[in-house]
């Protein structure tokens, strides 16, 4: 028998800044059920969807075409292709999707240099400007040199914000099961980056960047529907010494006034 689990369903609108599509029904479901007014929709590599982005654009379209004024799209560059294949590419994603983020993955396969990475944030500049916020998954694949420890986000998130620091970056997944120590400190350190919440571990990262920053740091995501929504919102209304308005911020208004910048 399923565990029901003691959660306040908050009265107030939720902005859900990670998920992705899924059975439709299912999907319309967890919206009403969880209150979610606005969310993001995200490319994911249980899809493919970097890997055939053309693929991404009409799954995704339908999701579109029915919440156009609830769903923010978020598209995808493809790093096997050079600087004017990802504009044509970038602009087909704006025309049949409006996509108003990127997403980054490391499974892309991307190099950590501003040499490498420039030409593809030149295409992105080009078509939508540098108000479009980037979206970095942040769990590095493990290597063997490392002895298969996770790569902190100052080698790699930290290095992507460094170069291109005209663009709004938010840190995926609460900075990765593996390397969400100290998260706060880019945070603080790159007043352009914010802090997406779904698969954080433990509260503690989520805590540190609301003492220690301030509560429009933090973005609420579900990851649905590979994470359980139910979990990740009794995640955040269990932070500790965190008051009522700061997790209003996160569940609701900060995605907003990112959005507006």
């Not at 565990?3 to 859900?16: C, E, G, S, T």
């Not at 420039?118 to 002895?147: C, M, N």
């Not at 996770?150 to 290095?159: C, V």
Request: charged letters at 25%; glycine letters at 4%; proline letters at 5%.
């Amino acid at each position: 028998m399923r565990q029901k689990l003691d959660l306040n369903i908050p009265k107030y609108k939720i902005f859900d800044f990670h998920r992705h599509i899924s059975n439709l029904s299912e999907f319309e479901q967890n919206l009403t059920e969880f209150n979610i007014d606005k969310f993001c929709l995200m490319p994911t590599t249980i899809e493919n969807d970097f890997e055939n982005i053309s693929s991404y654009i009409e799954n995704i379209k339908p999701y579109y075409e029915k919440y156009k004024d609830r769903a923010l799209i978020f598209g995808a560059l493809d790093f096997s292709n050079d600087y004017n294949y990802n504009r044509e590419l970038l602009e087909k994603q704006k025309k049949n999707i409006n996509i108003r983020g990127i997403k980054l993955h490391p499974d892309q396969g991307f190099e950590l240099t501003k040499k490498f990475l420039k030409p593809y944030f030149h295409a992105i500049s080009d078509v939508f400007g540098y108000k479009i916020p980037i979206y970095v998954h942040t769990d590095w694949p493990l290597k063997e040199e490392q002895r298969y420890a996770p790569d902190s986000i100052k080698n790699t998130f930290d290095k992507i914000v460094a170069n291109f620091s005209d663009f709004n970056f938010i840190m995926g997944h609460a900075g990765g099961s593996g390397a969400y120590l100290n998260v706060w400190k880019s945070c603080k350190k790159f007043p352009n980056v914010y802090l997406e919440t779904s698969m954080s571990p433990v509260t503690s990262p989520l805590e540190e960047v609301i003492w220690k920053i301030g509560p429009q740091k933090l973005l609420f995501g579900s990851n649905y529907p590979y994470c359980a929504t139910s979990i990740e919102l009794v995640k955040l209304q269990s932070l500790y010494k965190i008051s009522e308005e700061d997790i209003r911020m996160a569940l609701e208004s900060n995605a907003e006034v990112l959005f507006s910048k």
